[in-house]
């Protein structure tokens, strides 16, 4: 006995205050959205999605909805086995009671593919390539995607039904809409297309036959090559620890603090702005951070190290009430004065180096950050050269980065790098670390055995080669 299909009511996650309330089914795979032309507010939605009675004209409107639902629900009951989209047009008009005019029926859209893709990421169906759940945050990613494709579709009047203009068009004119109306970076708008082409390379062929072929491999991702070099390595670290700052303004002295209090701690720049007094805990000399685990709604207390102890007494009487680190700021303030911090750091780097410090430590640190550099990368759309300074291009993240490649650096185990970091140990942001730490001691490795090599310079001598050495 086969399967009754019945349809229901959704909605879709619409950027606007008003939501339209659509009839929903799907025959052989292949989603069906039929728009009952009733838009309302989203809290004038009851649970059913019926209009709530208070609204105008409700009994109207609610009559409209649920005569188009009961005439779909009917041709779907009146459609063979194995019945597909096509069988549905022809057997009804699903628009006959409802008093607007017939609209093109919906065909597949790129959203449905997202949708899908959503869907099965949630459920488990689609896995990671090693067989892992995938974590909500990439699903949030996916689903932060498709809203932006919904904005896009109304702002750039781009038919997202349209499979040949997709395959043609649709890059670029996404992009542009990422760049200009979203004002994402290159590296972002990058990780926007690959959801997008996740959700289409998933779905092609296997759960619905897409009518145009889309060559998402031609689709260019922006990867940011330097990305091993937005963190500070282990000497590096140490110098700007104990870097003067003494006769600068108290501003850097906040963005420092806050750099190695997320350092130390391995927390997110969003939950560093969060930390109040009442989060930390005070047992004799020692200090706990207070945070509550999500899977079992409990508290877990984490010690300060020293380090964040002192960052805590030094600014003790110097903030807001139930302030107790220096955070009082706004993210994009912290972030500018870091970039700033990071600039006097490379000027004093610069002067250790000149006086021979550097080398007479046997420091490892990298002289090429010191300078701009000329980068080839794709900016906005376009491949140009661009001058790139360190410190323009650190962030916030950079000290959860250092402290993580601190701990890959000094060979810890990996499980308490994962543990420590909150990822999972097969997780491909934490095989970066390690690919990054393997390519950089191949090239001290190189460096090494080069100086070796050149350490001894004999001066030359005439080698007189015998005939019969010939």
């Known amino acids: 006995m086969s399967k009754i299909i019945e349809a229901s009511l959704k909605t879709r996650n619409a950027a606007g ?22 838009k309302v507010p989203a809290d004038q939605l009851n649970d059913q999605l ?126 542009d809409y990422l760049y200009k109306v979203k004002g994402n970076s290159d ?21 619905f036959n897409l009518p145009h072929r889309i060559r998402t491999d031609k689709w260019l991702v922006y990867e940011n090559k330097e990305k091993e070099k937005i963190l500070l390595y282990p000497d590096e670290l140490s110098l700007l620890y104990h870097m003067p700052l003494q006769n600068v303004k108290e501003h850097l002295q906040k963005a420092k603090d806050l750099f190695f209090f997320s350092f130390y701690t391995f927390i997110r720049v969003g939950a ?23 899977k079992n709604d409990q508290t877990v207390t984490h010690e300060l190290e020293h380090e964040c102890v002192e960052i805590i007494e030094r600014w003790k009487g110097k903030l807001p009430a139930g302030y107790i680190i220096p955070n009082n700021w706004s993210v994009d303030k912290y972030r500018k004065n870091l970039k700033k911090l990071i600039r006097l750091f490379l000027e004093y780097a610069k002067k250790l180096d000149q006086q021979g410090y550097i080398d007479d430590n046997d420091l490892t640190f990298r002289r090429k950050i010191l300078g701009s550099q000329t980068l080839k990368r794709r900016y906005n759309g376009n491949i140009k050269k661009i001058e790139s300074n360190f410190a323009d291009k650190f962030t916030p993240h950079a000290s959860r980065k250092s402290a993580i490649n601190a701990m890959v650096d000094k060979g810890k185990d990996t ?27 191949n090239k001290e490795i190189n460096a090494t055995m080069r100086t070796v090599i050149k350490q001894l310079i004999p001066p030359n001598v005439a080698l007189m080669v015998s005939e019969e050495d010939e």
């Open 187 to 207: 590296e972002t708008a990058g990780k926007r297309i690959q959801n997008v082409a996740a959700g289409i390379n998933y779905v092609d062929g296997t759960i």
């Open 415 to 441: 499980e308490l790098v994962a543990k420590k970091s909150g990822h999972s140990k097969d997780s491909e942001a934490l095989k970066e670390y390690y690919e990054v730490h393997e390519v950089r001691m």
């Open 17 to 38: 205050e008003k939501k339209t309330v659509y009839v929903y089914f799907s025959l052989q795979r292949e989603p069906k959205w039929i728009s009952t032309e009733v």
């Open 50 to 175: 019926f209009v709530k009675a208070t609204y105008p004209d409700a009994a109207e409107l609610n009559r409209k909805i649920l005569q188009l639902l009961d005439d779909t629900n009917k041709t779907l009951a009146g459609l063979p086995p194995k019945a597909t989209l096509l069988d549905f047009d022809r057997l009804a008009n699903p628009y006959k009671h409802v008093n607007v005019p017939i609209p093109v029926v919906r065909s597949l859209s790129l959203l449905d593919v997202m949708d899908r893709l959503i869907e099965d990421s949630k459920s488990g169906k689609r896995r990671k390539d090693n067989g892992g759940v995938l974590s909500k945050n990439i699903i949030k990613k996916y689903e932060t995607t498709k809203d932006f494709l919904e904005d896009f579709e109304n702002k750039y009047s781009f038919d997202l039904t349209d499979w040949q203009k997709i395959s043609i068009d649709f890059y670029t004119q996404f992009m």
């Open 272 to 294: 560093l702005f969060e930390i109040r007094e009442k989060d930390i805990k005070k047992e004799r000399k020692d200090m706990y951070r207070l945070t509550i685990e999500e």
